[in-house]
């Protein structure tokens, strides 16, 4: 069994997440783990900026220049990238003036740009897993795709885990939102879903796509449970093939 595991964002509190992502690891049998990532960097001593509904230690996002190598120790990525936050600006007119953004209200409008940044951050790392499976012709079984800060890794067997789904937490049910922290799917479907970034001038103001959230008594906002969720119905239609597990949160 052959997993490639795809991380992304900023590297805040990641000794935290190596150590749990370590014991998962442990866990499985018969499995090879690959690792591949996007990571957001800063200048030497700023600070990362974060939601503000969520309770921080504020130490943990203060910028080192040691985080780069001791990530890539920790972790003998397969691929890698850095990229300095500061230096990557988005087009505004891939979100304003459309659907999803007028719809997004309080707290969450305050948060569009880190959301960019996520999906950003998401789509690089995808990326990375894309070319080397194309360049190398090298066959994975599944991509789990987690966050640098992971605390409660999802209680799955990759042993017995079925191709056909995708594995999601169960955090949110029976609502069908999707949580962001931590997805596992198999790659051909990961690497379609993952594509967001690319795929947002779709997503954001796709009225077919409105329609069909609203459906499931969801909201339809530049949001990450909902952008996971919709560019996932853009391309397979339904959510008929996700399964849950526990776990896989912050």
């Known amino acids: 069994m052959n997993v490639a595991i795809v991380l992304y964002g900023q590297p805040r ?4 997440g190596y150590t749990n992502i370590q014991s998962f ?3 499985q049998e018969n499995c090879n783990f690959d690792f591949f ?4 960097t800063l200048n030497e001593n700023e600070k990362y900026k974060h939601a503000k509904w969520r309770e921080i230690d504020e130490n943990t996002l203060i910028y080192n220049k040691d985080t780069e190598s ?7 990525p397969i691929l890698h990238n850095y990229e300095n936050q500061n230096n990557v600006h988005f087009d505004e007119l891939l979100y304003k003036n459309t659907i999803a953004y007028n719809n997004t209200k309080g707290l969450k409008f305050e948060n569009i740009h880190n959301v960019l940044f996520q999906m950003y951050s998401r789509n690089k790392a ?9 360049t190398n012709k090298i066959n994975y079984d599944f991509v789990l795709m987690t966050r640098f800060d992971i605390s409660v890794m999802p209680e799955v067997n990759f042993n017995e885990l079925n191709n056909k789904y995708v594995y999601i937490s169960d955090i949110h049910c029976p609502r069908n939102i999707i949580p962001d922290n931590c997805i596992i799917a198999e790659p051909d479907v990961f690497l379609d879903w993952l594509n967001i970034y690319e795929n947002l001038k779709y997503i954001l103001n796709n009225n077919t796509l409105f329609q069909k959230i609203i459906s499931l008594n969801e909201e339809f906002e530049i949001n990450p449970e909902q952008i996971v969720l919709a560019n996932y119905i853009f391309h397979f239609k339904s959510t008929e093939n996700i399964r849950y597990f526990k776990g896989g949160t912050i």
């Open 13 to 16: 509190d990641y000794l935290k």
């Open 25 to 27: 690891i442990k866990k």
């Open 37 to 40: 990532y996007h990571c957001w």
């Open 70 to 76: 001791h990530l890539q120790e920790l972790y003998n």
């Open 126 to 134: 995808r990326d990375l897993l894309n070319n080397y499976i194309n």
